[in-house]
């Protein structure tokens, strides 16, 4: 990506051969999502999936928008947050697409955040054996990360996504308009996926955040279609190359490991995911800092980042037998120990082989309140 901010409207394509589909990034897309969906839906039935919030906000528009393009239109929330991310979530939606009498032409539009595209998602994975899929995201991280790529899921006692699937949407529908109403905090978390994006492939987006942080977190226009887009385009080169995370992919999870045991030990109640994933970020440059030689300058910049966002950058210690159970339940792991996506430099990165569970809680020492 170049430094300059894209045009109004940019559209990144994810290659997958006959599942390619596009994501369109621009003002007022809401508006034109009924336009946008010509010829990509098996038939005229739609459901979307949301929360309360969203469905104020945005929901009449989207609505009109798909009745207008001659789609008959139901609506179902979901509660929102990481807690509700579960099996009985799930089985709600279930009743309410049986309700709206979706069948296997119909499809489900996840209007909203991660969560709610997790979960819709999944049920559009799952219900009567996958109808399709369409993202609608309105927060920042759902923006650059979790709407590309068709991993969906729900979470369980035991471990977040431990229930999912790899289902690809037919659009990915971006509105840069939706983040003016987003609480700054909800916009942070989000800054957290862009700069794991930055660190993992893209030099030019490191740099600009670096110039730009705060403009990203203050929600300039340009500053934001900029991040959007740059994240998007890794991302797509990522998934296109390596849709099913047989190894390439594994390297989104950069900071995913602690952030996602930092979750599970809190119960998904302290931290939004992003905010676990910046901290986790650290951490990650931590332990690269032992595994790969990585420069301390490095994750001095790192850090620095993170905290212009005003994420955290510790987090609660636990007892050392919870941190080892939450680091192993990661989908990466094998018998012999963790395996992490570690930095070694800005723009390069290396997927560690089995790191034993001292070296990984050492890593962390430092970052414990």
């Known amino acids: 990506m170049t430094e300059n901010p894209p045009i109004a409207r940019t559209t990144v394509i994810v290659e997958l051969g006959d599942r390619t589909y596009p994501i369109e990034i621009g003002p007022a897309m809401i ?7 010509a010829g990509r839906l098996s038939g005229k039935k739609i459901l979307i999936v ?3 919030e969203v469905n104020r906000l945005w929901g009449d528009k989207l609505r009109r928008s798909l009745i207008a393009a001659g789609y008959t239109v139901a609506t179902a929330e979901m509660a929102d947050g990481e807690e509700y991310k579960n099996l009985e979530t799930l089985s709600k939606l279930y009743d309410a697409c049986v309700e709206a009498k979706l069948n296997r032409s119909s499809a489900i539009v996840a209007l909203g955040g991660g969560i709610t595209g997790d979960v819709a998602g999944y049920l559009a994975a799952t219900y009567m054996r996958g ?22 899921a729900v979470n369980h006692r035991h471990g977040k996504n431990m229930i999912g699937a790899f289902y690809q ?19 942070a978390a ?21 110039k730009n942080a705060q403009a990203v977190v203050e929600q300039e226009a340009d500053a934001l279609r900029y991040v959007i887009a740059a994240c998007c385009w890794v991302k797509a080169k990522v998934v ?23 979750e599970t030990l809190t119960e998904y109640k302290v931290y939004k995911h992003g905010e676990a994933v910046a901290v986790g ?14 420069s301390p300058d490095t994750t001095e910049r790192v850090r620095k980042l993170v905290e212009a966002a005003g994420l955290p950058t510790r987090f609660p210690d636990f007892p050392v037998e919870k941190w080892k159970e939450a680091l192993m339940m990661d989908k990466k792991n094998t018998d012999s120990g963790v395996v992490f996506v570690v930095p070694t430099s800005i723009g390069e990165y290396c997927i560690t082989p089995e790191v034993s569970l001292s070296v990984a809680l050492e890593s962390i020492e430092t970052l414990t309140i």
């Open 31 to 37: 508006d034109q999502a009924g336009e946008l969906l």
């Open 240 to 262: 296109a190359a390596d849709e099913r995370e047989s190894g390439l992919r594994a390297i989104l999870n950069l900071g995913h490991t602690f952030g996602h045991a930092i």
């Open 281 to 294: 970020l650290i951490a990650a440059c931590n332990l690269a800092e032992k595994v790969t030689g990585l």
């Open 131 to 152: 109808i399709d899929f369409v993202q609608v995201p309105t927060t920042l991280l759902a923006q650059v990360d979790s709407s590309v790529g068709g991993k969906v």
């Open 190 to 210: 989000g800054y957290g996926e862009v700069l794991k994006t930055a660190i993992l492939g893209d030099r030019d987006l490191f740099a600009y955040l670096e």
């Open 169 to 187: 949407p037919k659009i990915v529908i971006i509105d840069t308009n939706s983040l003016s109403t987003l609480p700054k905090r909800e916009v």
């Open 50 to 52: 949301t929360n309360k």
